[in-house]
Nanobody
């Protein structure tokens, strides 16, 4: 079993920054990928970024490329999502998730363990 806990969300003005953290307990990230997703009210869950457990490969959605950065600290069993130049349309609940296999895709069904989510609200 893996437990994932996100933190770092909050209220920020447009143009501001936040850093989200995803801490794993139980079986950790070794040999898996970790992804960040978000879901706004009335919308589907949206892929944002993915990183391999060794930090060797990252992938971003076009909507956040150049603004968001995903990173991993295996010593702390923690994955981060640094979010810069935030926009009101970034408002959503943000989730981290661990992939089913070694290589996570951008599809939510490729991830089997999910955190409870952290709210990010960007005011204009």
């Amino acid at each position: 079993q893996v437990q994932l806990v996100e933190s770092g969300g909050g209220l920020v003005q447009a143009g501001g920054s936040l850093r989200l953290s995803c801490v794993a307990s139980g079986r950790t990230f070794s040999s898996f990928a970790v992804g960040w997703f978000r879901q706004a009210p009335g919308k589907d869950r949206e892929f944002l970024a993915r990183i391999y457990w060794n930090g060797g490969s990252t992938r971003y959605a076009d909507s956040v490329k150049g603004r968001f950065t995903i990173s991993i600290d295996n010593g702390k069993n923690t994955v981060y999502l640094q979010m810069n130049s935030l926009k009101p349309e970034d408002t959503a609940v943000y989730y981290c998730a661990r992939s089913v296999g070694m290589f996570g895709s951008s599809a939510a069904y490729d991830y089997d363990y999910w955190g409870q989510g952290t709210q990010v609200t960007v005011s204009s």
